[in-house]
């Protein structure tokens, strides 16, 4: 995967230089393309999986048009953190482009989104964007409690980058006995059990919390633009993520349905909690 400079205005997209044609899939080619555990985006024939933490490097570190060249279908995972993006995008610099930015989404009313157990919602706020995620999975401590934060390059790749993915042990269990999560191990993928991560010692004691807020970044990535609000998250996964950001995109188009009562109830029986 090869990340390039692009014109102002181009916004985040990738190239499958794999496939003939070499066709762009832009962020905002999400629907259809919903994937387990992971968020894909996909245009025509051409999909791109696992792309939330590279764009949640890219969201963390402001930065708005890049063309990311990539040849398969999915992003490399490297140690299971944004680090390694964060580390490559800053040496290789970022510039500056005056009057060109797009404009940020500024969330005015409310907008609130539930799924299963899973909640998310978007609150009007005077800053840029605030993230206030709780993490509550029953019967596993290290998988619980809150952790907030006010994004900007510097308390990103601080505190949120280097926060790996994790997995509860028997979610692990259940995903190798069906052919996933091949690329994991103990050093990458962050395996809780009750009060404990098994095999590696954590970058945080709260690693999985900011883990989260790393995914949800490059999940709201998927909105094609910048967000000032303030999201309040509890429990949510890649699902809840992308059902939030389908509502903005609604609200953006029509200011007059953006209020609170535009809830979204989950009716499917796999709660998004896990929906890592
Ligand atoms: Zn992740």
């Known amino acids: 995967m090869r990340l390039c400079p692009a014109a102002a205005g181009t916004g985040i997209v990738f190239v499958r230089t794999d496939l003939p044609g070499r066709p762009v899939v832009s962020v905002r080619d999400f629907e259809g393309a919903a994937a387990p555990f992971r968020t894909a985006i996909k245009k025509g024939a051409a999909e791109v999986h696992t792309v939330e933490h590279i764009l949640s490097a890219l969201v963390g570190l402001a930065i708005t048009d890049c063309?990311?060249?990539?040849?398969?279908?999915?992003?490399?995972?490297?140690?299971?953190?944004?680090?390694?993006?964060?580390?490559?995008?800053?040496?290789?610099?970022?510039?500056?482009?005056?009057g060109t930015r797009a404009e940020p989404l500024v969330v005015g009313e409310p907008v609130h989104v539930e799924d299963g157990m899973a909640s998310i919602e978007a609150l009007p706020y005077d800053g840029g964007l605030k993230i206030t995620?709780?993490?509550?999975?029953?019967?596993?401590?290290?998988?619980?409690?809150?952790?907030?934060?006010?994004?900007?390059?510097?308390?990103?790749?601080?505190?949120?980058?280097?926060?790996?993915?994790?997995?509860?042990?028997?979610?692990?269990?259940?995903?190798?006995?069906?052919?996933?999560?091949?690329?994991?191990?103990?050093?990458?993928?962050v395996v809780i059990d009750g009060d404990r991560a098994l095999e590696t010692s954590l970058r945080f004691a709260n690693e999985p919390v900011r883990h989260k807020i790393l995914d949800l970044l490059g999940d709201l990535c998927l909105l094609g633009?910048?967000?000032?609000?303030?999201?309040?998250?509890?429990?949510?996964?890649?699902?809840?993520?992308?059902?939030?950001?389908?509502?903005?995109?609604?609200?953006?188009?029509?200011?007059?349905?953006?209020?609170?009562?535009?809830?979204?109830?989950?009716?499917?029986?796999?709660?998004?909690?896990?929906?890592?």
Do not use: W
Request: glycine share 8%; hydrophobic share 40%; aromatic share 4%.
């Open 133 to 189: 995620y709780t993490l509550d999975y029953a019967g596993h401590p290290l998988a619980q409690g809150s952790y907030e934060i006010e994004l900007d390059a510097e308390s990103y790749a601080r505190e949120i980058a280097p926060a790996r993915t994790f997995v509860l042990k028997k979610d692990a269990e259940t995903m190798r006995a069906a052919g996933l999560g091949k690329g994991a191990d103990y050093q990458n993928t």
């Open 67 to 98: 063309r990311i060249e990539i040849d398969e279908a999915e992003v490399p995972g490297m140690d299971g953190s944004a680090l390694d993006f964060v580390h490559a995008v800053r040496q290789a610099g970022i510039r500056e482009c005056a």
């Open 225 to 276: 633009c910048t967000l000032q609000a303030h999201v309040v998250a509890r429990c949510s996964g890649h699902r809840a993520n992308r059902a939030l950001v389908l509502r903005l995109r609604e609200c953006a188009g029509q200011p007059a349905t953006c209020d609170i009562a535009a809830r979204e109830a989950g009716a499917t029986a796999r709660t998004a909690s896990h929906d890592h």
